[in-house]
């Protein structure tokens, strides 16, 4: 419920179904036809020479780029088997992502948390799904539309200000990327180790320049792909019990274990026009649209320790109880994300001077047409004389629990009707953004180049909405039992009997006839809600010089930004809603000097010292509680309106050796000096009289440094066949904390969440004429997760993960090439841990995949 009207504003779709409908026109008129296959000689040197010139492109634009820069092309994206952004950025040296489901969801540039990096979409700045997160959600953009990859890890004055360790360019193709017309097109499915299921993937890019007194060129391109995933997941609770004999001990208070039946489906498509009436106009109209959908079926057996009596006896690793309950559960969720970009713009020279403008908008959306559940629970079981135990010390990941001995979780009639639970929920973010850029060649102190100004002014306007329904009322119990909801396939977790699985078709129909009675949660409800409106407003001036060998970029950026927050305030007393508003205003100065020394044709040293920033989440900063449960634990996130954004000052170094015809080794050192960081303490208290976990966010002063190592090579000097074999090998050291300024239980500095100490990638190649190889290798170390204040002991961690896969392809003829991609070959798991590993708090696996396609050029 909210007081708030959340009305819908428009999705600019029009701007891009204009443009794919202009560019489909063009696309079916075009008479082009296929060349003919040529001998094995020529295929040969058709296949190295495009390998060479994709990738060459990218090592030149790193190479040229002033500042610490990483490109990457998007045909070496397809030599790895990486389907979304988050995969694809794995690869370079300083990013680690995090996954969900084994698919990577969220990137950590350099050990900084995901908010640290901002990511445009052909220079658009692009707003989060999630309410909860300025951190992108990069699964939800698929690889296969993306033109080249770009991060900056040192800003200019030119680029916004909001990345503290790295700005992520997504560049979708351009018509003008090759000469005439072009169509390329993919697709193929696989095998999943779990469940033996199939996924499918294809794209299509078709594109054209038309030569007169004006080149037209026009381009569209569509992906579409669907997983079917089948994932096991165990999930522990860990808390400091007391012992009926006295003292206290480690122990669990909940196991759930999850039973996942998932199918995920992406859709984008992006267009371009571009207009070059002469060699110094330019006037272009670009569009992306990209869908993620994430259906869920979820079997759950909760075992609730927590709701029973710990006996005498109990370790860290054992213990026994009487009256605990066991729940069983069918949840169906659907999540869907959209990402919506348009621009229009151009760019023209006079006399020299070059005057380049846009006008941009990006709209994103996430919402959940289903969150529903329905749950069944025990009487209370075990007894003093026959109690339920669990040991872990045999193992922490699959611990011995005796309920699946005794199995009286596997008997329906065990079970009664608890409650049926509904959430529905719209957030929303649209931005509209004006660009002016002004550059005038320049000559000063002996140094020729260019002085370049500009401004930007972005408005976007955010809304969060949130209903949540619970029915406990005997009323509300199905009309059978739960024996009538079970189907004949078994559910299982590991070697976890679980039962049967609900028939989803039962339960959605069970959902759909009670969902509009089930009472809403006022409470709850209300305070998910907020609306925030935040505008910038920034102006730049820098200059960019040649002194023979020397490059220099020089200026200063000037960012004001204004922010209005508005939250629901739920009166528990007299269940009265009214709203609480926040408006903040505030100006920051980003000064910054880059130094590019090219010390021969091959070898070039950068420094640079620079400042960026990262702005609260809007959670954060809007003045509202929402509230959670974690099991039996009401979990309560407070907003901070009073939190300040975090201002890096940095200091970058880099020596870079590039080999011929492609190849790099390279080492960067980097500094940073973190001011006002914003982190979230977790602590124990009460929230309107009832015992809660608050998480707050608050500022704190940090440092984050490191080293970056990365070789790129393929050994072209060797002789005949060998001179295919290459290697692609980065390694990032990473050391960072935060100084809180006061002690919670007996600490005062942190790790930064996010940060893994080390990060590696290692890939040994072959590419040599139609075969293309690739065996790769990706690692990043333990990283925390979440900072639990009073019991240092409880703060949550992911552990380290590494992963093998492996790609080839042959390619038949000129236009078509058949691949394979196997990807987790050693099943790595997905674990999180309380304090020490043998605390577990969640063990997942989701096996390996291996995917057969082939791609067509024209």
């Not at 959940?368 to 872990?392: F, K, V």
């Not at 979780?409 to 065990?414: A, R």
């Not at 009073?642 to 960067?668: H, M």
């Given at each position: ?5 959340f ?8 701007v ?9 026109a063009a696309a ?6 296929s060349p003919a296959?040529?001998s094995a000689?020529d ?5 190295i020479?495009a ?5 060459k ?5 790193q190479k040229n780029s002033r ?6 092309a998007s045909d070496?994206?397809g030599?790895f088997?990486d389907?979304?952004?988050?995969e694809a950025l794995q690869?370079?040296?300083?990013v ?9 969801r969220y990137?950590?540039?350099?050990g900084?948390?995901?908010?640290f990096?901002a ?6 700045s692009?707003?989060a799904p999630d309410p909860t997160?300025?951190?992108i959600d990069l ?8 033109g080249s ?5 040192t800003l ?6 909001d990345?503290?360790t790295?700005a ?5 193709q351009s018509?003008f990327?090759?000469?005439?017309f072009r ?7 696989s095998?999943?180790?779990f ?11 078709v594109s054209?320049?038309?030569?007169g007194?004006?080149r037209?060129g026009?381009l569209?391109?569509g992906?579409y792909?669907?997983?079917d ?6 999930e522990t609770?860990?808390?400091?019990l007391?012992?009926p004999?006295?003292?206290t001990?480690?122990g669990?208070?909940?196991?759930l274990f999850?039973?996942?039946?998932t ?10 026009a571009?207009?070059r009436a002469d060699?110094d106009?330019r006037?272009f109209l670009?569009g992306t649209?990209?869908r993620f959908t994430?259906d ?5 057996l909760l075992v609730?320790?927590s709701e029973?009596?710990l006996?005498p006896?109990?370790t860290?690793e054992?213990?026994?109880f ?5 729940a069983?559960?069918i949840r169906?969720?659907?999540?869907q994300n959209?990402?919506?970009t348009g621009?229009?713009g151009?760019?023209?020279k006079?006399g ?6 846009s006008?941009?908008?990006?709209s994103?959306?996430?919402?959940y047409?289903r969150?529903?559940?329905?749950l069944?629970r025990?009487?209370a079981l075990?007894t003093a004389?026959?109690p ?10 699959e611990p011995?629990?005796?309920l699946?001995t005794t199995?009286?979780?596997l008997?329906p009639t065990?079970?009664?009707f ?5 959430r529905?929920?719209?957030t929303?973010?649209?931005t509209?953004?004006?660009v002016?850029n002004l ?8 140094g020729?180049?260019?002085?370049k100004?500009g401004?930007k002014?972005?408005s976007?306007?955010?809304k969060?909405n949130e209903?949540r ?12 039992p739960l024996s009538?909801f079970?189907?004949?396939?078994e559910?299982?977790n590991?070697n976890?009997a679980?039962g049967?699985k609900?028939?989803p078709?039962?339960a ?5 006839a009670?969902k509009?009675r ?6 709850q ?6 609306q925030?409106d935040?505008?910038?407003l920034?102006?730049?001036a820098m200059w960019?010089?040649d002194?023979d060998?020397?490059g220099?970029?020089?200026g200063?950026r ?5 922010t209005?927050?508005a939250?629901?305030v739920?009166n528990?007393a007299?269940s009265a809603?009214?709203t ?7 100006t920051?100065?980003f000064?910054?000097?880059t130094?590019?020394y090219e010390?021969?044709?091959?070898l070039?040293a950068r ?6 920033m990262?702005?609260?989440?809007f959670?954060d900063i809007?003045p509202?509680?929402l509230?959670t449960q ?16 975090t201002?890096s000052?940095n200091?970058?170094v880099?020596?870079?050796y ?5 190849g ?12 006002d960081y914003?982190?979230t303490?977790r602590?124990s ?5 009832n015992?809660a976990?608050?998480i ?5 002063d940090?440092?984050?440094?490191g080293?970056e190592?990365?070789?790129q090579q ?12 290459g ?10 904390s935060?100084d809180l300024?006061?002690t ?5 500095s942190f790790?930064l969440?996010g940060?893994?100490e ?14 293309s190889v690739r065996?790769?290798y ?11 204040a ?6 949550l961690?992911?552990a ?9 392809s042959y390619q038949f003829?000129?236009v078509f090439e058949a691949?394979?991609?196997a990807k ?12 020490k590993k043998s605390r577990i ?6 096996g390996?995949s291996?995917?057969?396609?082939g791609?067509l050029k024209?």
């Amino acid at each position: 419920m909210s007081r708030i009207v959340f009305a819908r504003t428009s999705r600019w779709s029009p701007v891009f179904v204009a443009v794919s409908g202009i560019l489909s026109a063009a696309a079916a008129a075009q008479d082009a036809t296929s060349p003919a296959a040529g001998s094995a000689d020529d295929l040969q040197e058709v296949v190295i020479t495009a390998i060479i010139d994709a990738a060459k492109r990218a090592s030149d634009e790193q190479k040229n780029s002033r500042g610490v820069t990483n490109v990457v092309a998007s045909d070496s994206i397809g030599r790895f088997p990486d389907p979304n952004i988050a995969e694809a950025l794995q690869r370079v040296v300083g990013v680690a992502i995090s996954r969900d489901q084994g698919e990577g969801r969220y990137i950590n540039v350099r050990g900084g948390p995901s908010e640290f990096s901002a990511v445009t979409i052909d220079g658009v700045s692009v707003a989060a799904p999630d309410p909860t997160t300025r951190a992108i959600d990069l699964d939800t953009v698929p690889s296969d539309i993306v033109g080249s990859l770009e991060i900056t890890k040192t800003l200019r004055p030119d680029q916004d200000a909001d990345s503290v360790t790295g700005a992520i360019n997504i560049r979708t193709q351009s018509p003008f990327d090759y000469k005439g017309f072009r169509l390329r097109a993919s697709g193929g499915g696989s095998y999943n180790e779990f469940g033996g299921t199939n996924d499918v993937r294809g794209s299509v890019s078709v594109s054209n320049i038309w030569e007169g007194d004006s080149r037209v060129g026009l381009l569209f391109s569509g992906s579409y792909s669907e997983t079917d995933r089948q994932v096991d997941n165990i999930e522990t609770a860990w808390a400091r019990l007391t012992r009926p004999e006295g003292g206290t001990v480690f122990g669990v208070v909940e196991n759930l274990f999850k039973d996942y039946d998932t199918k995920r489906e992406r859709i984008a498509l992006t267009s371009a026009a571009e207009l070059r009436a002469d060699d110094d106009s330019r006037l272009f109209l670009r569009g992306t649209f990209s869908r993620f959908t994430d259906d869920e079926y979820r079997n759950q057996l909760l075992v609730l320790w927590s709701e029973g009596v710990l006996l005498p006896g109990a370790t860290d690793e054992k213990a026994s109880f009487r009256n605990i309950r066991v729940a069983k559960q069918i949840r169906h969720r659907t999540v869907q994300n959209e990402i919506v970009t348009g621009e229009l713009g151009g760019e023209k020279k006079f006399g020299g001077w070059t005057f380049d403008g846009s006008i941009s908008i990006a709209s994103t959306e996430q919402t959940y047409p289903r969150r529903d559940e329905l749950l069944w629970r025990t009487a209370a079981l075990g007894t003093a004389t026959a109690p339920i135990s669990y040991d872990y010390s045999t193992s922490t990941r699959e611990p011995s629990i005796s309920l699946f001995t005794t199995n009286q979780h596997l008997t329906p009639t065990n079970f009664s009707f608890r409650e049926n639970a509904y959430r529905t929920s719209e957030t929303s973010d649209d931005t509209i953004a004006a660009v002016a850029n002004l550059t005038i060649p320049v000559e000063m102190g002996g140094g020729k180049g260019n002085f370049k100004a500009g401004a930007k002014f972005k408005s976007g306007e955010r809304k969060a909405n949130e209903d949540r329904f619970r029915d406990r009322a005997t009323t509300a119990a199905p009309s059978q039992p739960l024996s009538a909801f079970l189907t004949t396939q078994e559910s299982r977790n590991y070697n976890y009997a679980l039962g049967f699985k609900v028939d989803p078709a039962l339960a959605d129909a069970y959902y759909d006839a009670t969902k509009a009675r089930s009472p809403i949660r006022a409470e709850q409800s209300a305070t998910a809600d907020y609306q925030a409106d935040e505008s910038v407003l920034s102006g730049y001036a820098m200059w960019d010089l040649d002194f023979d060998r020397l490059g220099v970029v020089a200026g200063v950026r000037v960012e004001k930004t204004e922010t209005e927050g508005a939250a629901p305030v739920f009166n528990a007393a007299t269940s009265a809603i009214s709203t609480r508003t926040d408006t903040r205003s505030y100006t920051d100065v980003f000064p910054g000097l880059t130094l590019r020394y090219e010390v021969n044709d091959n070898l070039i040293a950068r420094a640079a010292v620079t400042r960026g920033m990262m702005r609260p989440d809007f959670t954060d900063i809007v003045p509202r509680a929402l509230e959670t449960q974690e099991g039996s634990l009401l979990v309560v996130q407070q907003g901070n309106p009073t939190l300040k954004p975090t201002l890096s000052n940095n200091l970058d170094v880099s020596l870079e050796y590039y080999f011929e015809p492609i190849g790099i080794l390279s080492a960067s050192g980097f500094y940073k000096d973190l001011k006002d960081y914003n982190y979230t303490l977790r602590s124990s208290g009460s929230y309107l009289g009832n015992p809660a976990a608050l998480i707050t966010p608050e500022n704190a002063d940090g440092e984050l440094g490191g080293l970056e190592l990365a070789w790129q090579q393929q050994f072209t000097q060797l002789p005949g066949w060998l001179s295919g074999f290459g290697v692609f090998a980065n390694f990032t050291y990473v050391d960072a904390s935060i100084d809180l300024g006061r002690t919670y239980g007996g600490r005062s500095s942190f790790p930064l969440p996010g940060q893994s100490e080390t990060v590696s990638n290692f890939a040994l190649f072959y590419e040599k004429g139609p075969v293309s190889v690739r065996l790769s290798y990706t690692d990043r170390s333990d990283y925390l997760d979440e900072i639990n204040a009073e019991d240092g002991a409880l703060d949550l961690f992911w552990a380290g993960r590494d992963q093998i896969d492996l790609t080839a392809s042959y390619q038949f003829t000129k236009v078509f090439e058949a691949f394979v991609e196997a990807k987790n070959l050693t099943n790595s798991k997905g674990i999180r841990y309380y304090g020490k590993k043998s605390r577990i708090y969640e063990y997942e696996q989701f096996g390996y995949s291996v995917f057969v396609g082939g791609r067509l050029k024209l």
